[in-house]
Structure formats: C-alpha cells, structure tokens
C-alpha cells in the first residue's frame, strides 16, 4: 500500500530534549517536506526536499533541522525543543518530476513540549 | 506567509445542500489544490486545477480557477454528513514548487 508513515504519532517531552520525527514514504518520491499545523494558521512549510541530499527552508524553519539521506526518509529533528513547537506535525510527499503536485500526507505526529 | 486564504472560516449546512467555499492567493501560481482533513488526522488531496484551467470536476466536487481575481471556489453538491472536516486550498509557485496552505474552511454537514 502506498504511504506515508510517521514515528512517533504522539510525543510529550520537555524543554531542552532532543528529539527526531521519523518520516518514510515507499512511493519512490523524489520531494519530501515536513509542515506544522497550529489553530487558526493552517499549515506552514518547515523544511523541504527536492531529493537526495537537497534540502532547503521553508517558511518557519527555525528550530529544526532535517536531512535526506536516502530516498524514502526524511526525519525531522529538533536539537533543544521549546513549547511554542508545541504543535500538529505532518509529513508529506509527492513526484513533480512525473508532472503531478499531489501531495501526499503522513497520519501526523502531535508533539507537546512542557 | 500563507498564500491562501478561505472564506467562510466556518459553515453549517444541512444534508443534501451545496457547499461552496472560496479561496483567494497572493502571488501567480503552477497549480491550485484542495485538500480536505478530518479532525486532527492527515490531510487527503481531493482536486488539482493549473494555472490554464478555470473548471474541473470530481464526483460531486466542482471547482473553478480565475487567475484574473487569483481565487478558486470549491463546489460540493448533494453534502452529506460524512462530509464534515476542513477544507483547505493550496497553491504551487516557483520553480521549487512549494506548497503553502491557506487556514482553511470547517463545513459541518447536519444530517
């Protein structure tokens, strides 16, 4: 089945403590890109991938950090949490190459941090 | 800086009606899309339209592109209760083809 999948769904963890979102998709994309969903703001572009080893910001990239090492993954970090990250995260991904933008999307991960 | 913007934030329609929701953007655009998300899960690509289009339809969606007016409205005919989540248009611009969000519309449909 093609998807996208996330680890973890839910996360509560504290100020300060590292942590990384994993994000896999198995349909061979080549772009990748993480949002954050907060009430009233919709959704806003963290980072984004264009493929293997390209990576750039999106529009609130500050306090995170990713990297596309291979293909299929595309894990969200963030070296010393703060709770106004506290937030609906999803992964997406799609294949512009073929001519379609249709983005795919993850379940979410919804992180608090305390 | 988000693109889109949707109007109504909000609507409530019984089972059977149409609801029409509206997008407006900023900036010229590849493509326009809508998605539909229900509470709190992951977000469903419903209906692409480019740049060169001005209506498309899908089943019981009908939207409709004005590049002129930068604005776009989707159409959901005959509604029915499991209808009910949060629409939210996006737009594709740039070479870097990025997909950035307006906050979207929740319809609730009333059985």
């Known amino acids: 089945e093609a998807q996208v999948t996330q680890n973890p769904r839910y996360l509560i963890t504290v100020t300060g403590k590292k942590l990384t979102v994993t994000c896999s998709q198995n349909m061979n994309h080549e772009y990748m890109s993480w949002y954050r969903q907060d009430p009233g703001l919709g959704l806003r572009q963290i980072y984004y991938s264009m493929n293997v080893e390209v990576t750039d910001k999106g529009d609130v990239p500050e306090g995170y950090k990713v990297s596309r090492k291979e293909k299929r993954n595309f894990p969200l970090i963030l070296e010393s949490p703060s709770p106004n990250q506290t937030s609906l995260y999803f992964c997406a991904s799609s294949s512009p190459g073929q001519g379609a933008d249709t983005q795919y999307f993850g379940p979410g991960t919804r992180l608090t941090v305390l | 800086s988000q693109q889109g913007e949707e109007d109504p934030q909000a609507l409530s329609i019984q089972e059977g009606e149409n609801a029409t929701m509206n997008c407006s953007y900023k900036?010229?655009?590849?493509?326009l899309q809508w998605y539909r998300q229900n509470s709190g899960r992951g977000l469903v690509h419903l209906i692409l339209i480019r740049s060169n289009e001005r209506e498309k339809h899908s089943g019981r969606l009908r939207v409709t592109l004005d590049t002129s007016k930068k604005s776009s409205s989707l159409l959901i005919t005959a509604s029915r209760a499991a209808d009910t989540a949060s629409y939210f248009c996006?737009?594709?611009?740039?070479?870097?083809?990025?997909?950035?969000f307006g906050s979207g519309t929740q319809l609730t449909v009333l059985p």
């Open positions: 996006a737009t594709v611009s740039g070479s870097a083809r990025q997909l950035t």
């Open positions: 900036t010229s655009i590849n493509n």
